[in-house]
C-alpha cells in the first residue's frame, strides 16, 4: 500500500499522464475515501459534471485537480462527503481526495472529455492492375474533426453485391486502406464506420463501377540516350495501355509534355523518342499512362540526361571603350552566352584582328573566363570575336572603330523610377542602332555594361543599379557609314542618400598659404553621386567661412590667411543634401620673421647705383679719373719677389723666363721689383739695362690691353726705390689723337705698391675696356 502511493506521487509530480495516475489510484485500496462523479468517465467536452469525495477520516479534507495536483475550493454535504462543481470542462481532469490530517491513502479518478466521432466522407477509391490476374485496391477518406478521445475505424467491402467483409485500417493521416481485388470483379461498394467512447458513425456506402476507376501501375523509365535535339527513353510498364503521356523539363522545373505522346498504344516494353530538345541541355523525364477507360497511372521515377553539343549559332554581344591615354589601341568586352545560345560548354575566345583589305593581322587565343581584352587596332581595321566549344565557332562578332561625327545635339533625360532608371532621347535620322552603356564612377575598365538597341527604339530602362555607387554612362548613336555620335549622362537609383562620411583631408602650410587634398570617398560610403564639396574654415573668433569646391577637385589653395590658429573640415554632397563633416583639423599660422633693415636700405642703394655706374665707367674721362682715384689706394712699397719659387729655381739653373718675346736674366745681386701697369694704350721700350721691354701691338677701339711686369733695380738694402719714366714718344703714339694722349700714363703716374714675392702675383690677360 505504502509503495502503491509514494508511485502514484512521482507520477503527480514527474509527467505522469492522467490516465496513468487513474490506474494507480484504483490499484490503491481507497483507505482515505471513496471518489464518484455524476456522469461517466468520458464526458462530451463543454459540459458540467459534480466530484464526490465520501472521507473516512473527521479532519483535513481536502479535494485537488489537474496535474500537478491544485487544491480545489470543496462544498461540504455533511459531515463526512465534499464536492466541486466543474463547470465548461475543455481537457482530460484528474480528481483526488486526501485526509490530510492523517497518514491515508488517496483516492482518484480520471475524467477524459472529447467527442463523438462525425460521418466519415468524401471516399476515394481507385483500381490499379498489377498483372492479367490481379489488381489492387486503395481508398481513403476523410474522418472529420478530432474527437480527442481513442477511435476506432472499419472499412466494409462489398463486391458485386456479395455480404460485407471487414478491411484492416491503415494508420494514416488521411485514413486509408489497401486490399486486393481480382480482375473479374465489375462492381464494389465500401463503407467507414467510426466510433469511440461517445458515440459511432457509419458513412454512406460509396458504389464503383471498377471500369470507371481502372488504373494502370506507374511506367518504369530507363536513363535516356540523347543526341543535340532529342532523346530515346525506354518504357516498360507491367499490362499494355491505350494512352501515354511523356513529360521532360530543364532546370526551371517546369514541365512540358510532349504532343507526340498523347493518343499513343503503349506495349509492355518499346522505345520512345523526344525531337525537341535543344542542344547542351540537361532534361528530366517522367511518364504515365491510361486504359481506355479509368484513370491516369501515377506518374513514373524521374530519369535525366544531358543533350550533346553543337557549334554557337548567335555571335557574341561585343562592345568597346578606348583607351585615356592610348590610340592606338581599344579594349573590348563581351557578355558571356546563355546556355540556349552557347549550345556547349565554352572552351575559349578567338579574338581576330583584320586589316582595311580583311586580311588577318592579328589572332589571340582567350581562356573561357576571359570578358575583355585590349588589342592594338588602326583607323582602317576591324576586329572579330567568336566563342568556341567543342563542336565549332560562333559567327565573328564584329567591331569597328566608329569616328565621331558631327550632327545635331542628342538631349538623353534620366529619371529615376522604383524598378530602375529610365533613359530616353529624341530619335536621330537615318540610326543605325544605339548602344547604353553605364558603369560604377570610375571604372569604366573594370566594370563596363552595356544594352544595345534598334534603330527604331529610343528608351530604355537600366535595373541592378547598387544604391551606394554613382554611375556614370553614355547613350551612343550609330551610323551605317561608321561614325556616331553620344551623350554623357550620370545615374543614381530612388534610394540614393547622403554621404555617410566627409572626406579625409591633409594639409600643408607654407607662410599665410595653405593646400588642402583629400581622396575620393569610399565606393560604399557614397550613398550616391558627389555633386560638390564644402569647405569650413572657422578662425579665433569663431567666425565661419565656406568655400564649395567641384566634385572633380582633390585640391584646394587657402590664400592670405591671418596669423592665429584655425579649425577647418570638410563635408561632401549628394542631390539629397550634405553629408556628415570630416574630422576637425588644426592649423596654426605663425608670424614670419622680418627682413632687417638694413638689407632692405642696402638693397635699395645697390639696385639704381650699380648699373648707373657701369654705364658711366663706358666714358674714357670717367675711366682716367676712377683710376686716378684707384692709384691712391694703392701699396707704396713694391714687395720683392727675390724670395719666390720661381725665382730660386731659375737662379739654379733650372730654366729661363719667357716673357713673350722678351727675356731678362736674374743675379744673385740683383733682387727685381715687380711693378702691375694696366695700360689701355701702347707700352714704350726703355733701355733701362736691368728690364726688358714687352712687345706691344697698336691698340684699337673695342680691343682689351694686357697687363705688363716691369722689373727694376735697387739697391741690396732696398731703402731706396728706382723709378723709370715711360717714354711717352714711341711710334705707336702719333697714331692716337691728343685726346687719346692724355690717356698715357707717365712715370710720375705710376702707381707703386708694396714688396710681393711672384708666388702671389698672377697676370690677369683678360680685362676688357669696360670697368
Known amino acids: 500500500m505504502e509503495d502503491l502511493f509514494f508511485r502514484l506521487l512521482f507520477l503527480m509530480t514527474h509527467g505522469g499522464n492522467s490516465h496513468d495516475m487513474v490506474l494507480a489510484l484504483r ?120 474527437t480527442h478521445l481513442r477511435d476506432t475505424s472499419e472499412l466494409r467491402v462489398s463486391s458485386d453485391s456479395k455480404s460485407w467483409r471487414p478491411i484492416k485500417i491503415e494508420g494514416s493521416d488521411p485514413p486509408s486502406a489497401r486490399f486486393a481485388l481480382p480482375n473479374g470483379v465489375r462492381f464494389i461498394s465500401v463503407q467507414v464506420a467510426t466510433h469511440n467512447a461517445l458515440g459511432s458513425a457509419m458513412s454512406l456506402p460509396a458504389n464503383y463501377t471498377l471500369s470507371n476507376i481502372v488504373t494502370p501501375a506507374a511506367p518504369v523509365l530507363r536513363v535516356p540516350r540523347c543526341t543535340s535535339r532529342g532523346c530515346t527513353i525506354r518504357i516498360r510498364q507491367p499490362v499494355k495501355t491505350q494512352d501515354l503521356e511523356v513529360q521532360y523539363a530543364t532546370e526551371t522545373g517546369l514541365w512540358t509534355t510532349d504532343p507526340n505522346s498523347q493518343n499513343m498504344s503503349v506495349a509492355l516494353d518499346q522505345l520512345f523518342s523526344i525531337l525537341s530538345l535543344e542542344p547542351y541541355q540537361w532534361y528530366q523525364f517522367r511518364a504515365r499512362a491510361k486504359f481506355t477507360t479509368g484513370l491516369w497511372s501515377s506518374w513514373s521515377n524521374v530519369t535525366s540526361s544531358w543533350t550533346q553539343e553543337e557549334a554557337p549559332a548567335k555571335e557574341l554581344d561585343v562592345w568597346y571603350t578606348q583607351h585615356p591615354f592610348d590610340f592606338e589601341s581599344i579594349r573590348l568586352f563581351w557578355k558571356p552566352m546563355t546556355v540556349s545560345h552557347a549550345r556547349g560548354k565554352i572552351v575559349a575566345y578567338l579574338v581576330s584582328v583584320h586589316n582595311s583589305q ?46 565621331a561625327k558631327a550632327s545635331a545635339h542628342l538631349d538623353v533625360d534620366v529619371k529615376a523610377q522604383e524598378r530602375g532608371v529610365a533613359l530616353w532621347w529624341r530619335q536621330p535620322e537615318m540610326a543605325a542602332s544605339y548602344v547604353v552603356e553605364w558603369y560604377p564612377e570610375g571604372l569604366k ?136 563633416a570630416s574630422l576637425k583639423i588644426q592649423i596654426n599660422i605663425q608670424a614670419v620673421d622680418g627682413i632687417p633693415v638694413f638689407l632692405l636700405v642696402l638693397c635699395l642703394l645697390l639696385t639704381v647705383p650699380v648699373p648707373l655706374l657701369l654705364c658711366l665707367c663706358q666714358i674714357g674721362a670717367v675711366k682716367k679719373r676712377a683710376w686716378l682715384l684707384f692709384q691712391c689706394f694703392m701699396l707704396q712699397v713694391v714687395p720683392d719677389p727675390a724670395n719666390s719659387k720661381w725665382a730660386k729655381e731659375y737662379d739654379q739653373g733650372k730654366g729661363k723666363m719667357h716673357a713673350q718675346q722678351s727675356q731678362t736674366v736674374l743675379t744673385e745681386e740683383e733682387e727685381p721689383i715687380v711693378v702691375i701697369i694696366t695700360d689701355p694704350e701702347v707700352v714704350s721700350n726703355h733701355n733701362t739695362e736691368e728690364v726688358d721691354s714687352l712687345p706691344t701691338s697698336p691698340s684699337t677701339p673695342g680691343q682689351s690691353f694686357p697687363t705688363y711686369i716691369k722689373s727694376y733695380s735697387h739697391k741690396s738694402d732696398g731703402s731706396e726705390q728706382t723709378q723709370t719714366s715711360l717714354d711717352t714718344e714711341t711710334e705707336q703714339e702719333e697714331q692716337f689723337s691728343e685726346e687719346e694722349d692724355d690717356r698715357l700714363y707717365k712715370t710720375e703716374e705710376l702707381p707703386t705698391i708694396g714688396k710681393l714675392t711672384l708666388d702671389l702675383v698672377r697676370i690677369d690677360w683678360s680685362l676688357s675696356e669696360n670697368c
Open 358 to 403: 580583311s586580311v588577318l593581322e592579328f589572332t589571340s587565343n582567350l581562356s573561357a573566363n576571359a570578358t575583355d581584352t585590349s588589342v592594338t587596332f588602326c583607323a582602317e581595321c576591324h576586329v572579330t570575336v567568336s566563342a568556341l566549344n567543342s563542336k565549332g565557332m560562333s559567327p565573328p562578332a564584329k567591331i569597328l572603330a566608329y569616328h
Open 445 to 580: 575598365l573594370h566594370e563596363l555594361q552595356w544594352l544595345r538597341l534598334a534603330g527604331e527604339d529610343h528608351r530604355a530602362i537600366i535595373t541592378g543599379l547598387n544604391a551606394s555607387e554613382c554611375y556614370e554612362g553614355a547613350v551612343y548613336v550609330l551610323y551605317t557609314d561608321g561614325s556616331m555620335t553620344w551623350r554623357t549622362f550620370r545615374l543614381f537609383n530612388t534610394s540614393q542618400s547622403v554621404p555617410k562620411v566627409g572626406p579625409s583631408v591633409k594639409w600643408k602650410a607654407d607662410a599665410t598659404r595653405v593646400t588642402l587634398t583629400w581622396a575620393e570617398l569610399p565606393r560604399a560610403q557614397r550613398s550616391g553621386c558627389i555633386t560638390q564639396y564644402t569647405i569650413y574654415l572657422e578662425d579665433s573668433h569663431e567666425h565661419v567661412q565656406q568655400y564649395s569646391v567641384q566634385a572633380t577637385k582633390r585640391t584646394f589653395v587657402l590664400e592670405d590667411l591671418p596669423v592665429g590658429p584655425h579649425n577647418l573640415w570638410m563635408t561632401a554632397w549628394t542631390s539629397q543634401g550634405e553629408g556628415p
Open 27 to 146: 490499484r490503491v485500496a481507497c483507505a482515505a475515501a471513496a471518489i464518484r462523479h455524476s456522469a461517466g468517465p468520458v464526458v462530451r467536452r463543454g459540459s458540467s459534471l459534480e466530484v464526490y469525495c465520501t472521507f473516512r477520516c473527521g479532519c483535513g479534507r481536502s479535494m485537488y485537480s489537474g496535474h500537478p495536483p491544485s487544491l480545489q475550493r470543496h462544498t461540504v454535504v455533511n459531515h463526512s462527503t465534499t464536492y466541486i462543481q466543474v463547470e465548461n470542462i475543455t481537457k482530460d481532469r484528474t480528481f483526488s481526495c486526501l485526509c490530510t490530517c492523517l497518514d491515508l491513502d488517496p483516492c482518484g479518478l480520471d475524467i477524459s472529455a472529447g467527442y463523438p466521432p462525425e460521418t466519415p466522407r468524401n471516399i476515394y477509391c481507385n483500381y490499379t492492375v498489377l498483372s492479367e490476374q490481379m489488381g489492387e485496391m486503395f481508398c481513403s477518406w476523410e474522418k472529420g474533426s478530432e
